[in-house]
């Protein structure tokens, strides 16, 4: 029997690099999430003289995988010309041309808007129920109150007694790539409870659409390995050689620097992760040491050490897939919890 068990530490402050820090972007974990999405819902609450009110609200079903920082962008095209004539709780990147508005002018004329989250200390007047959190989302599974973020955008500018299309398109960056979002479609209105859950209320139209992650489309190589040790054997297993890449191997793989260099300030560089130069060159290595082997139980000590230049991690999850975690798991210094088992094979 297999069960997985998950450990956190959060919030921890920021951790310089090479400290205990996280694999949280990974290609190992996958797997053992079959349904994870991150789902994409626009609510029409109000009709305008000229369109629409709607909330969007972005809700992160992955059980472990988080959204840090520099957080979600959501794009998408609009079907006709629409316009955002205002917008809170989140922001449009681009006003776009409006030259052809001359009264009101839009909060957004862009065909293709890109909508960023508002910081948590954003002036009241541009707040939303439940917005802001600086593009940040908590996995499922660790803060399910966390793990969505709403924003209201009047959308306008519609032809005739049109009610409006669904936006064409979607994209979600979370933060890189790695989202494909589906179309969005019309689903049964959103219903909410009212005085103190008697009454029902129920929005005038609902569209969802669901993103699916992909490590293959997020990360060229991959992002952590493991390493192994054992108190009765003196070698240790390390990270197979170029498990992430190597040194050499192109532009396809992380840019690594020797320890103690200084991080090199060049513009090209300011989108790719720098990692400290290994043999394994992984942004993130997993080390698994059994400590000893008792009669009734074993203890391992796990370290997880940050490579990457790049990031501080400041809340971080492993997942550990392990035959024996049938019998009681204790964890120190962690929280943990066992998963349910999803039936598939498949190890970082
Ligand atoms: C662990 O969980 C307990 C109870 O849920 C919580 O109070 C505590 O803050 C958590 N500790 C960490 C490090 O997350
Ligand atoms: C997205 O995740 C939720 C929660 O796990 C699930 O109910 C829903 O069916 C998923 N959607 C798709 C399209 O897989
Ligand atoms: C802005 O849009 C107007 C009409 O919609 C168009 O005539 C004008 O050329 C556009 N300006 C630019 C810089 O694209
Ligand atoms: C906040 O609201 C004010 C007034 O409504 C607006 O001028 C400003 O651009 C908004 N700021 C952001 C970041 O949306
Ligand atoms: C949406 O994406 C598809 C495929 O990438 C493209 O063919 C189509 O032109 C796009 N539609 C709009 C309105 O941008
Ligand atoms: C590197 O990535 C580019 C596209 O990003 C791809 O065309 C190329 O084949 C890759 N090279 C290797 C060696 O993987
Ligand atoms: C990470 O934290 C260390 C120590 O607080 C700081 O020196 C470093 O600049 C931070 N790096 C990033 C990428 O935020």
Known sequence: MKLRIFARISPLALVSAIVLTLCSLSDCYDPMDPNGNITVTFDTYKWTTDGYMARVTIQNYHQY??????GWKLGWTWARDEV?????????A???????????I???????PVILDLIPDASPENRSEDCCHGGLLSAWAIDPSKSFSSFEIQVG?????????APLNLTLMAPGPGYTCGPLVDTD??????IGGRREVQVFRTWK???IYSSFLANKAPVCCVSLSTFYNPRITSCPTCSCGCKDAGPNTSFCISEGTALPQSDALSDTDVVQCTNHNCPVRVHWHLKNNYLDHWRVKLTVSNYNYKRNYSSWNVLVQHPGFGQSVITYSFNSSILPTVGLEGDC
Do not use: Y
């Not at 995988?65 to 520099?70: C, F, L, S, Y």
């Not at 955002?84 to 449009?92: C, K, L, Y």
């Not at 500018?157 to 299309?165: A, D, P």
């Not at 209105?189 to 009212?194: A, E, G, I, K």
């Open 209 to 211: 659409s669901t993103c």
């Open 157 to 165: 500018n519609l032809e005739g007694s049109s009610t409006g299309h």
């Open 189 to 194: 209105p959103t219903v909410s409870s009212d």
């Open 106 to 112: 839009p909060h957004s004329c862009k065909k293709n």
């Open 94 to 104: 681009q006003q776009g041309n409006c030259s052809s508005f001359k009264f009101q």
């Open 65 to 70: 995988r988080h959204i840090e920082k520099p």
């Open 84 to 92: 955002i004539w205002s917008m809170s709780g989140a922001f449009a």
